[in-house]
């Protein structure tokens, strides 16, 4: 028998054939997983696979979870007396060894046990980037298929693990993110490949979790505070998730982290419309243009998980949460602030998360005792580089447009080459 069952939040109804579905009852709301566990428990088992709470059940695999570590120096530099800091990346002096120096292994690594355990065959994944390189070196450490996706705008700050992957890499030279979820869509019809299902996919937001998971195991106690840098925001749902996983249990707290989540200005449209308390997007801050201003590519879906029953409003309204948004300029003194006192580099997108770490102390929304944990959702690449070679991606182009007729050209023409 499983150990969860999944239920929509909305009408609470338990459904059995639910692989990246929405409720057949409420079409716009989340579906959650449901552990029938409300304990939570560790094993002794290795990394990741100790939490009982993932929606996995033999998975082979080792996966390394995040670093959590109470910080001396950007704690000490912000004047916080109870600041942990989740480090996913490469970091091996500390003990980090996410060597595709991001947090989205977790999720890539969720996701594939969990597809393999539904009987599923192979995956269609979209990606601005970060994604993409989690997914294709699981895909080549697990041998299982899938076919990535990106917008060519992201190939400049794009590498993989592996050298001539294996996984096929399709870029879409005429659009962004959101072009390429839509092309990654059509190839899932050609291919016969389910789309990964973005944040439809339970297992995707509990693998971005273990974030919680770990903190939780670490500090022994869910923070007062949670802050993270958000795209779509299902990393953010997914701590959120886990958060009231722990307030059932009821041995670790009885007040749902604050979140405090930040975009990169200007193209912050879950900050504008939280700002107005509005559970729609407006249409003026999903304008394509404004994506090539930010530095920080990965942030850049204009499809987030904002409206949807469960989503980034629900959560910033469950959780009292705030959006912050962070100009360049934040981005890289963050990112220097944080090299300067933990002395590891980082990831533009968590340069965002420490800058409004800095806000929110500055503006008395964390208070200097409060309990904090800081999601580095990704770092650690120029340290991975004085280890490993990384590997540009060689991808084969594609158009926003292209028909079916041309997909499977695309992909037969892939296979013979890998082959
Ligand atoms: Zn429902």
Request: glycine content about 10%; overall charge neutral; hydrophobic content about 40%.
């Amino acid at each position: 028998m499983s150990h969860y069952s999944i239920k929509c939040r909305k009408c609470g109804k338990v459904l059995e054939d639910s692989f990246c579905a929405f409720c057949e009852h409420c079409k716009d709301a989340l579906l959650v997983t449901e552990y029938h566990d409300s304990r939570f428990m560790e094993s002794g088992a290795a990394g990741v696979w100790r939490f009982n709470w993932l929606p996995v059940h033999g998975p082979s695999s080792v996966q390394p979870g995040p670093l959590v570590y109470r910080s001396q120096g950007l704690a000490g530099h912000l004047g916080l007396e109870q600041l942990f800091i989740a480090f996913n990346g490469y970091w091996p002096e500390k003990g980090a060894l996410l060597e595709t120096c991001t947090f989205k292994e977790f999720e890539a690594a969720v996701v594939l046990q969990n597809a393999r355990e539904n009987g599923v065959a192979g995956l269609i994944v979209a990606s601005a980037g970060n994604t993409a390189r989690a997914f294709a070196h699981l895909s080549t450490v697990t041998g299982f298929p899938v076919v990535i996706v990106v917008p060519r705008m992201c190939l400049s700050e794009m590498w993989y693990l592996e050298s001539s992957s294996p996984v096929p890499t399709l870029a879409v030279g005429d659009g962004d993110y959101s072009d390429s979820i839509d092309v990654a869509k059509r190839i899932a019809l050609v291919t016969g490949f389910p789309f990964e299902g973005g944040v439809k996919n339970i297992a995707k937001r509990d693998g971005l979790g273990i974030v919680m998971l770990e903190a939780v195991s670490k500090i022994g106690k869910l923070p007062d505070h949670y802050v993270q840098a958000v795209g779509s925001g299902t990393g953010a749902i997914g701590a959120w998730e886990m958060a009231e996983r722990f307030i059932r249990d009821g041995r670790f707290g009885d007040r749902l982290p604050k979140l405090h989540l930040g975009q990169n200005l200007p193209f912050a449209p879950m900050l504008h419309a939280w700002e107005k308390g509005s559970r729609s997007l407006f249409p003026e801050d999903l304008n394509p243009e404004l994506i090539g201003h930010i530095t920080t590519r990965v942030l850049s879906t204009r499809y987030p998980a904002y409206s949807v029953q469960g989503g980034v409003f629900d959560a910033l309204t469950a959780a009292g949460g705030e959006m912050y948004g962070v100009e360049n300029e934040a981005v890289y003194a963050g990112m220097k602030d944080f090299l300067a006192t933990e002395g590891i580099d980082l990831v533009p997108a968590s340069g965002v998360a420490v800058a409004v770490l800095k806000d929110a102390v500055r503006k008395g929304a964390i208070g200097k005792n409060d309990a904090v944990l800081l999601n580095i959702t990704g770092g650690g690449e120029a340290r991975l580089r004085k280890d490993k070679q990384t590997h540009t991606v060689m991808p084969q182009f594609i158009s926003k447009n292209a028909t079916e007729k041309e997909i499977e050209e695309l992909l037969c023409h892939d296979k013979k080459k890998s082959s």
